[in-house]
């Protein structure tokens, strides 16, 4: 049954496309037509947006699953193609999309009813590069057992791209989903996703804030981020271990941007300082034969020849033992390792 057309909220051109929002659908026939669903539910006329699928060769009943809703629906498109990433499945959703904004769900994970209307109201009206709102971490059973989500005290603080890097970027939560992209920013930035590459998030988030100019954060809850449905069937491996080099390399590149303050330059080191020790982190305990630890290691000099640290004792002997062994560096974290966290292989 097709979902009754909903009021355009205030201020909002209800004949044209205002948002795209883009869902790169891969292995998750058991999430995503709830995820799809709620896209649904956030009172927005359907002729405000889009709803761009990116089948990235899917080998379950993904597609199956959501037949129903893409023929319900007049504004779903659907584009095809081989297994080749997140990362590109997103970059293909971005060349198509027609919205002023644009929104990256993940299809395992859920959009708040009703939160997205506000949200898309404060953008068009305020024609912010970014619009950054907040989520809530639960498990299966919690989501299952879900019936309403309280939304908090509405506040809107306006920030340059530098403020919200500074003040509000975790290293550790560069996540895509939570954040409302003008469309003309995106293209004129040239800002894309790394093909190809696990931890896309973290170059194209830092690269994002830093270049934007004016954005909100906004204190409304976006999206249900599932959390450890993934990590007992992950295991680190040395295509991830390159991967997360190139993470590095590219998030590291960013330095050279022109005026950048010297308290940008200082997070921007420590965050790839983060990346680098979760490197280190996932190696001890996902990559047990030496030679593939050493080609790990190569390839990282290769890709950032230049790798150096200088915030602190730690990271000034890291970036020390490092540069003067990888190898030696990795023996001494090996003796290190009962007092190191395991990480889960995301």
């Given at each position: 049954?097709?979902a009754p057309?909903?009021?355009?909220?205030?201020?909002?051109?209800?004949?044209?496309?205002?948002?795209?929002?883009?869902?790169?659908?891969?292995?998750?026939?058991?999430?995503?037509?709830?995820?799809?669903?709620?896209?649904?539910?956030?009172?927005?006329?359907?002729?405000?947006f889009e709803?761009?699928?990116?089948?990235?060769?899917?080998?379950d009943?993904?597609?199956?699953?959501?037949?129903?809703?893409?023929?319900?629906?007049?504004?779903?498109?659907?584009?095809?193609?081989?297994?080749?990433?997140?990362?590109?499945?997103?970059?293909?959703?971005?060349?198509?999309?027609?919205?002023?904004?644009?929104?990256?769900?993940?299809?395992?994970?859920?959009?708040?009813?009703n939160?997205?209307?506000?949200?898309?109201?404060?953008?068009?009206?305020?024609k912010a590069?970014?619009?950054?709102?907040?989520?809530?971490?639960?498990?299966?059973?919690?989501i299952?057992?879900?019936?309403?989500?309280?939304?908090?005290?509405?506040?809107?603080?306006?920030?340059?791209?530098?403020?919200?890097?500074?003040?509000?970027?975790?290293?550790?939560?560069?996540y895509?989903?939570?954040?409302?992209?003008?469309?003309?920013?995106?293209?004129?930035?040239?800002?894309?996703?790394?093909?190809?590459?696990?931890?896309?998030?973290?170059?194209?988030t830092?690269?994002?804030?830093?270049?934007?100019?004016?954005?909100?954060r906004v204190?409304?809850?976006?999206?249900?981020?599932?959390?450890?449905?993934?990590?007992?069937?992950?295991s680190?491996?040395?295509k991830?271990?390159?991967?997360?080099?190139?993470?590095?390399?590219?998030?590291?590149?960013?330095?050279?941007?022109?005026?950048?303050?010297?308290?940008?330059?200082?997070?921007?080191?420590?965050?790839?300082?983060?990346?680098f020790?979760?490197?280190?982190?996932?190696?001890?305990?996902?990559?047990?034969?030496?030679?593939?630890?050493?080609?790990?290691?190569?390839?990282?000099?290769?890709?950032?020849?230049?790798?150096?640290?200088?915030?602190?004792?730690?990271?000034?002997?890291?970036?020390?033992?490092?540069?003067i062994?990888?190898?030696?560096?990795?023996?001494?974290?090996?003796?290190?390792?009962?007092?190191?966290?395991?990480?889960?292989?995301?």
């Amino acid at each position: 049954m097709t979902a009754p057309n909903k009021p355009t909220p205030s201020g909002i051109d209800k004949d044209k496309c205002l948002l795209s929002v883009i869902v790169p659908v891969y292995n998750v026939e058991k999430y995503v037509r709830s995820c799809i669903e709620s896209i649904y539910r956030q009172n927005l006329s359907e002729n405000i947006f889009e709803v761009i699928i990116v089948n990235d060769g899917t080998e379950d009943r993904s597609m199956e699953v959501i037949e129903d809703i893409i023929s319900e629906h007049d504004n779903i498109s659907v584009i095809h193609q081989e297994n080749l990433s997140l990362s590109v499945a997103r970059n293909n959703g971005m060349a198509v999309a027609k919205g002023e904004y644009i929104i990256m769900p993940d299809s395992d994970d859920l959009l708040i009813d009703n939160s997205l209307s506000v949200l898309l109201e404060l953008a068009i009206e305020s024609k912010a590069d970014l619009v950054v709102a907040d989520f809530l971490e639960m498990t299966d059973e919690e989501i299952d057992k879900l019936h309403f989500v309280p939304q908090k005290a509405l506040k809107i603080k306006e920030k340059t791209g530098e403020e919200l890097f500074l003040q509000d970027l975790n290293p550790h939560q560069c996540y895509v989903w939570r954040t409302l992209y003008r469309r003309e920013f995106l293209e004129k930035k040239r800002l894309r996703f790394i093909p190809g590459i696990r931890y896309q998030d973290v170059p194209f988030t830092h690269e994002c804030y830093l270049r934007a100019k004016n954005c909100l954060r906004v204190t409304r809850l976006l999206n249900i981020y599932r959390k450890g449905h993934q990590s007992a069937t992950y295991s680190f491996n040395v295509k991830k271990g390159k991967d997360l080099c190139i993470v590095i390399a590219n998030t590291w590149k960013l330095k050279k941007i022109r005026g950048l303050t010297p308290a940008i330059q200082t997070k921007l080191s420590n965050d790839v300082f983060t990346s680098f020790s979760l490197l280190i982190y996932f190696m001890l305990y996902g990559i047990k034969n030496s030679k593939d630890r050493k080609e790990i290691f190569a390839f990282l000099r290769q890709e950032v020849p230049d790798l150096k640290f200088h915030n602190g004792r730690q990271q000034r002997i890291t970036s020390c033992v490092y540069n003067i062994s990888p190898t030696l560096y990795f023996f001494v974290r090996q003796i290190l390792k009962k007092y190191t966290p395991r990480p889960n292989f995301g």
